[in-house]
C-alpha cells in the first residue's frame, strides 16, 4: 500500500425484506441476504485483514449484516458500534462519523445504506464510477493521514467486492 495507513471498509448491508409490514429501520434480512452477508464476511476474513472496529447504522438490515462479519472476524463486543447518522447518511454524515474515529483504530468498518454509501465512495474513485453499490457490496478505500483530516484527497478505492463476484 503506497503511504496509505488505514483501511476503511463501506459494507452495504445485504438484501433485505419489503415484506413484513415493519418500519424501515426494523426489516430484517431476506433468505439472500442471510446467504451473501456470511459469504462476503468469509471472504474478507480469509483474505487476512483484520478490522479494529465495525461502526452500523442502527437499521436492523445493517446490524444483522455486521453481526456475520463480527463473527467472521472474532470481533469483541466493544468493537461493535452503532452510529444513528449511519442511516440513510448522506456523504457528510459519513464524512463526520469517520473523522471522530481514534487513531489507534487503523482498520474501520462501516455498515449502511444507499445512496449513502454509494455517492460517498465515488468520492474515492480514480477514474469511473459506480452507479449502485449492490447489496453486501463492499468497497475497500485505502486512507493516509489521520481520520480526523480525512478528505477526498485522503483516500482511494482499492478494491470492489460483491456477492456475484464469488457465485
Same mark, same amino acid.
Given at each position: ?12 448491508? %445485504?438484501?433485505?425484506?419489503? $415484506? ?12 439472500? &441476504?442471510?446467504?451473501?452477508? =456470511? ?8 483474505? &487476512? ?8 447504522? =442502527?437499521? %436492523? ?27 440513510? %447518511? $448522506?456523504? $457528510? ?18 455498515? &449502511? ?26 468497497? $475497500? ?17 482499492? &478494491? ?8
Amino acid at each position: 500500500m503506497k503511504s496509505m495507513d488505514k483501511m476503511l471498509y463501506l459494507i452495504r448491508h %445485504a438484501k433485505s425484506s419489503w $415484506e413484513t409490514g415493519l418500519p424501515d429501520i426494523e426489516r430484517p434480512l431476506n433468505d439472500r &441476504g442471510l446467504r451473501d452477508a =456470511p459469504m462476503m464476511a468469509r471472504l474478507l476474513a480469509g483474505r &487476512g485483514m483484520r478490522p479494529d472496529l465495525l461502526i452500523s447504522s =442502527p437499521a %436492523a438490515r445493517a446490524r444483522a449484516t455486521r453481526a456475520f462479519f463480527a463473527e467472521a472476524f472474532s470481533m469483541p463486543a466493544e468493537r461493535l458500534w452503532d452510529d444513528k447518522r449511519l442511516y440513510l %447518511a $448522506e456523504i $457528510e454524515d459519513i464524512l463526520d462519523v469517520v473523522r471522530e474515529v481514534l487513531e489507534e483504530y487503523r482498520t474501520i468498518m462501516l455498515f &449502511g445504506h444507499n445512496p449513502g454509501f454509494t455517492y460517498f465512495s465515488n468520492l474515492f474513485r480514480k477514474g469511473g464510477r459506480i452507479d449502485n453499490l449492490p447489496t453486501c457490496g463492499i468497497v $475497500e478505500i485505502a486512507v493516509k493521514g489521520a481520520w480526523a483530516d480525512f478528505d477526498r484527497r485522503s483516500g482511494q478505492v482499492t &478494491g470492489d467486492f460483491y456477492p456475484k463476484m464469488f457465485k
